[in-house]
């Protein structure tokens, strides 16, 4: 029987004539250590004005500056001598009369109310008035209704009676002010006599009367 052969059979076999092919000598050539380099003194030492070319330490933050005067003012205050703040608010003016321009005046409407039958009309004065011409507006547009306003259903019973107590509350506020310094004003409106001296304010006792006389014939017919 025949002996098998020893050993690995898939062995390579030995090449003569030197070393293998792709043996490496020796590995790879190293180049020679050469120790780092420390840097010595400050690297912007050759420029004195630093990277920047600004003079000094080239990250020395600047020097707080300060302001005489007050610690948050603006600098360009200080030191003005007209600057005072912000100028103060101009007070308002007191309102003048609207027809002679005196003072003191207060705001104020009056009314007059006129009814024809099925035509009724409405009229005012406002504005601002001084003592004098307020009475005075007062008393012609009160006279007016008085004798002018009873003429008409609705102005009988709601119009005209309105328009007297209006006039007659609004009337105490010029009553209340004192009469405007002379030459202080322009011309003022003469305020005549009161209400109760004119013979026309009586002209609405008439439809007044005439409802009583109906009230009564209605009652004793």
């Known amino acids: 029987m025949a002996t098998p052969p020893q050993g690995n059979p ?6 003569a004539g030197g070393p293998h092919p792709y043996a490496q000598q020796g590995g790879y050539p190293q ?24 003079p000094g330490t080239p990250y020395a933050p600047a020097p707080p500056q300060t302001y005489p005067g007050q610690p948050y003012a603006h600098p360009g205050h200080q030191g003005h001598p007209g600057y005072q703040g912000h100028p103060a608010h101009p007070q308002p003016l007191a309102p003048a009369c609207r027809f002679c321009g005196g ?20 009229r005012k004065l406002d504005g601002p008035m001084c003592g004098t011409c307020g009475v005075a507006v007062y008393r012609a ?26 006039n007659l509350v609004v ?10 310094a002379p030459g202080q004003h322009g011309r003022q409106v003469d305020p005549g006599v009161p209400v109760h001296r004119r013979p026309l304010a009586y002209v609405g006792l008439v439809p007044v009367l005439w409802l009583l006389f109906m009230i009564v014939s209605g009652l004793t017919g």
Request: proline residues 15%.
């Open 31 to 54: 180049a020679p250590a050469v120790p780092p380099q420390q840097p010595t003194g400050n690297p912007y030492a050759a420029n004195p004005g630093g990277p920047y070319g600004h």
């Open 103 to 122: 003072s003191p005046a207060v705001p104020v409407t009056f009314r007059a109310h006129r009814g024809l039958l099925v035509v009724m009309t409405f």
């Open 171 to 180: 009337s105490r506020k010029v009553k209340k002010l004192q009469a405007p």
């Open 10 to 15: 898939y062995a390579a076999a030995p090449q």
């Open 141 to 166: 547009l009160t006279t007016e209704t008085l004798w002018q306003g009873w003429w008409s259903p609705f102005s009988l019973f709601l119009f005209t009676p309105f328009t007297l107590i209006h």
